[in-house]
């Protein structure tokens, strides 16, 4: 019988579903909506081969697909509706972009014979997603869906991974057509030139101070632990870009901590002074290099510190900083070619080492902050007794400076965080990873003001019977823009106090098991009841809104900002008597 006998005629709506098994797609995240409405029909007719897990807010679909992606290094796949659907996930597509995670978006479209006629939730979105994706397609003919699902899939896992966004016209769906289905392509990763990793050596036996910078996506167990072997046997002090703290045991004497947002600044002045960098995996973007401060653009040839810069992705090499040696290569390939490499004999900087790993275990140290609640104890009490392989989520906000600073994430664990700084990504991050391992603790961590853009999504754990661990750090603000506020217009709060709800409480409404915290000593205690409850759990903790960041109080940021007006000769900037008290709807204390 011939190939074209067997092919029996098929809906474009059940193509798609078709398409995704033949990709190995595992898990698909949604918010439904009647563009696609064949296309859930064809996903359920592969039921038992893709879990569709049924979200309730676009963002957080898309946030979980993308966690999903970071933890497996497969595409994450989502489907939203059109319009407001698609614009609701535009912040998960970003995400994804800025940190380089492969994801694959669907967006029910129009019917294309009403194009350009400003149909009900008409979007092109070719226009309004191509400066935050890698590719994006309309598939407006149903014979060309596995062609063109194939390559969406090749386009987000290859060099520097990232989103594609596929429309599917309604119509489309509708069609039957008789084609075959398109599987992966067996495509060999790009390895190391062959006198790269020599080179790279012969770099690093001329240095004396040298500092490697790991960062990227897409590690696997085995390059993670290749790359990990590499750098321990050249006793090299080790930094990660911003928010990977996964990627290398934090634990570790060659742990220097973390270059990002909040970095301490000892280590950026030591990295400074080093005489070699060896960034591998990472973008060499404004979180990582400080704000492009911390190296010379020019390079060597300006009298910067030398740069090997180690990317997926040829054009991310050299974007920003001229490297003395660009290594196009996949990641976990140079991490196996490096770890065959001869170690440096007796490296000279082993003492650089200690010193930077010195700065790192200084800086970990919890200060005496006032009040019955010290954060930073309580966290590392907490990281005490999580298991070795927990699953960390963060959003953005002044509250995620704490885990990085005082929390030692280790060499089975995962961080996952927005390197974009998108608010309302920890929780649905937490709920997605959860679906990926369940049998993995996962614990998020969000400010109030993150998790009431995305903590509905709670409800999605209740409903597909998994059990991430909240953690709302609450100060009944928002903390960083009340940080710079303070920095520049001290005492006058505008728009930053918030009014928030008994988030214990909250989860208990659904059925889960909520806590409260306002001591130290509380914290532990309640951790293990959560983990014991089995159940979707919430630990509000109550942080003192006067410790605006883990370096500073609100008194600390108004004294300096009085101090520069006053050596810049300008006249003392005028301050509010007193900031706005917290409001709290409901009961205060439980």
């Not at 609701?88 to 669907?106: C, E, K």
């Not at 003395?324 to 490499?341: C, T």
């Not at 082993?350 to 006032?370: I, M, T």
């Not at 993150?450 to 019977?465: K, N, R, V, Y």
Request: proline letters at 8%; aromatic letters at 8%; hydrophobic letters at 45%.
């Amino acid at each position: 019988m011939s190939e074209a006998k067997r092919i029996q005629p098929r809906s474009g709506g059940r193509l798609i579903a078709d398409a995704l098994v033949a990709q190995g797609v595992t898990h698909a995240f949604c918010v439904p909506g009647e563009s696609y409405l064949d296309v859930l029909d064809g996903l359920y007719a592969v039921r038992n081969r893709i879990q569709l897990v049924t979200c309730r807010f676009e963002a957080g679909a898309v946030h979980m697909a993308e966690a999903f992606g970071k933890l497996t290094g497969r595409p994450g796949v989502a489907f939203v509706t059109r319009g407001p659907g698609a614009c609701h996930a535009s912040i998960g597509v970003h995400v994804a972009m800025q940190d380089s995670t492969p994801l694959v978006l669907f967006v029910g479209q129009i019917p294309f014979e009403e194009t350009d006629r400003d149909s009900f939730q008409e979007v092109d979105y070719r226009r309004m997603f191509a400066p935050l994706a890698k590719w994006v397609t309309q598939i407006d003919d149903a014979a060309r869906v596995p062609e063109l699902i194939a390559h969406a899939f090749d386009v987000a896992t290859s060099g520097r991974p990232g989103p594609v966004v596929i429309a599917i016209s309604e119509e489309m769906q509708k069609k039957l057509v008789e084609v075959p289905d398109i599987g992966p392509a067996a495509v060999l990763p790009p390895h190391p030139a062959p006198d790269a990793v020599p080179r790279l050596m012969e770099m690093l036996g001329r240095a004396r101070r040298p500092l490697a910078i790991l960062g990227g996506s897409r590690w696997s167990e085995a390059g993670r632990a290749a790359i990990r072997e590499f750098l321990l046997a050249n006793d090299l002090p080790v930094t990660v870009a911003f928010r990977r703290m996964g990627l290398f045991d934090g634990t570790s004497p060659n742990y220097a901590g973390d270059l990002g947002v909040g970095a301490d600044a000892a280590l950026v002045a030591k990295a400074k002074e080093a005489d070699l960098i060896l960034a591998i995996g990472t973008r060499l973007g404004e979180p990582v290099s400080q704000g492009y401060t911390l190296f010379q653009m020019a390079g060597e040839s300006a009298g910067g510190t030398p740069i090997v810069h180690v990317h997926p992705e040829q054009s991310e090499i050299g974007r920003v900083y001229r490297p003395a040696l660009g290594i196009v290569s996949d990641l976990d390939a140079f991490a196996e070619a490096a770890r065959a490499a001869k170690p440096v004999a007796s490296p000279p900087w082993s003492g650089w080492r200690a010193e930077l790993r010195a700065l790192r275990e200084k800086q970990a140290v919890a200060p005496d902050y006032a009040g019955p609640l010290n954060f930073a104890v309580a966290l590392q009490e907490m990281e005490k007794v999580l298991p070795p392989d927990t699953i960390y989520t963060t959003d953005a906000g002044n509250f995620a400076t704490w885990p990085n600073r005082f929390m030692h994430v280790g060499e089975k664990q995962d961080f996952l965080g927005p390197t974009n700084g998108a608010m309302g990504y920890s929780v649905p991050a937490a709920i997605g990873a959860k679906i990926t391992f369940p049998e993995r603790t996962v614990v998020a961590f969000v400010g109030d003001g993150g998790f009431l853009m995305t903590g509905q999504e709670i409800a999605t754990a209740f409903h597909h019977s998994v059990n991430p661990i909240v953690v709302v750090v609450n100060n009944s603000m928002y903390g960083t823009i009340r940080m710079y506020q303070e920095r520049t217009y001290p005492g006058r709060i505008s728009g930053t106090a918030l009014t928030n709800p008994d988030f214990a409480r909250f989860i208990e409404s659904f059925g889960g098991h909520g806590e409260t915290v306002e001591r130290t000593e509380e914290m532990v205690p309640a951790l293990k009841r959560a983990m014991a409850s089995g159940r979707p759990a919430l630990i509000e903790v109550r942080l003192s809104p006067e410790q605006i960041t883990n370096r500073a109080t609100v008194a600390d940021l108004r004294a300096q900002a009085q101090k520069a007006a006053e050596a810049a000769g300008r006249a003392p900037i005028a301050q509010a008597h007193r900031a706005p008290s917290p409001r709290r709807q409901g009961p205060r204390l439980r």
